[in-house]
């Protein structure tokens, strides 16, 4: 910690097999194109990087113009700057190479490889017209928020990249991580979403030779469908490949959280949200698993610090909110809850938290409200306020709830019947051990059973 820039390695320069190209341990702020290309020469020093050899690996033989790769060089250049001793020297004829000059550290030794296993996300993304590969990154961006117009929008402009080019990898990735979710927050219903989703990723799972990244979002699709004996050895393939990639991690933890099991499944979240702390979804499903191990502190501590990294997420602060009228119900935690806006850029299952809240702190014709604003929105959201119920005195309803989302195979369903605050109440009922026995061996839910007895 103590050595200075100048004297590291390329000072502080470092690339990995995946695309990345990282200045002291930190990726550098480049487009997929731009960063593609910054790699390539990079990892071709000393030698000179022909025009045919960019469009053959980056481009993947489409059209590419001189101004394109002019512009990615140019920008390249630019962030290359920030590391004396190093330039991008243009050779005419022939085409681009990466110049060292200075002390920068040995002089034969290549570009160092950043230690981190990554998947191929970048790279995928990058091999296709600059114009698609924008609109594939920014669709990536609008699924980590969560919200009904984000992941809407998100599923327009991939379908309408498809349509253009149907074979484009990362397109179809994004796409099935974009109809998964989706179907977690409650926007979609049933498995028309999950099995689209498998479907678009089934010819790269065919092929043998998959990412981690549609490996672990193919395992996801199966936990939504139910499917957690398939799904467990694709999560263990997806980590060894991407040890370090906090959307495998999520992934894993959600599978395991699904079926009650909890230390590992924190286990997992922690180490989500450690490689990805600005992920209002990740901490939120992390400080869950906190408190179904009965760990409130560190769960605490997890919120807190989300509200103070997202002081307008609607999500972040009813979680919060939620979380303290757990603790301590007050007519003033229902006063703060009004207060937030829930709309088309809040998460669909805000709603579930609003009637908590309000269940919790006593106010209930306001928490009636938010139920049966959702009561005819499908068989997720209504399965959502399921804790809310439970605190109303509404057993039957609740459990009736939970019937109507196992007929349906919502798949939240098993995560949803281990969280602290329904846990409980599932064990205590004939009803709720019945369908936790029925997801616990795979039973379909066209197949009659009489509740069980423990």
Known sequence: MTESVSTQPWGGLAVDADGNVYLNAVKLDLAPKEMAVL????????HVVRKDEFQQHIWAGRMMSDESLARCVARARKVLGAVPGLSIKALYGQGYSVERCGDIGTVHTP?????????????????????????????????????????????????AVLQQDGNYLAARLHLAICLAAQVTSGMADGRPHTDEGLRLLAPAMERGTPGSGLISAHAHLLDCSWRFAEALPLHRRALQLAADDAATHYNHGWHLLAQGRREPAVAALQTAHALRPFSVAISIMYARALLALG???????????????????????????????AQAPSAALTERARQVRVDCLAWPLCNSNLAYIHARCGDHAAAWRSIRAQDD????????????????GEVDDAFERIEQAYAARVSILPLLLHLPEIHGAVLADARGRSVLKRIGRGQSPSQKSSFDQD
């Open 39 to 46: 790699h390539r020469l990079l990892l071709r020093w000393p």
């Open 111 to 159: 570009v160092p490889l950043h230690q981190t296993a990554f998947h191929r996300r970048l790279m995928d993304i990058a091999q296709a017209p600059s114009r698609l590969a924008e609109t594939v990154s920014h669709c990536e961006s609008l699924i980590h928020l969560r919200t009904r117009f984000s992941l809407q929008q998100s599923e327009q402009l991939l379908r």
């Open 295 to 325: 760990h409130m502190d560190r769960a605490v501590d997890v919120v807190a610090d989300m509200c103070a990294r997202f002081p307008d997420s609607a999500a972040a602060n009813l979680y919060w909110i939620s979380l303290q009228a």
């Open 377 to 392: 929105e499908g068989p997720t959201l209504r399965l959502s306020h399921v804790a809310a119920l439970l605190l109303l």
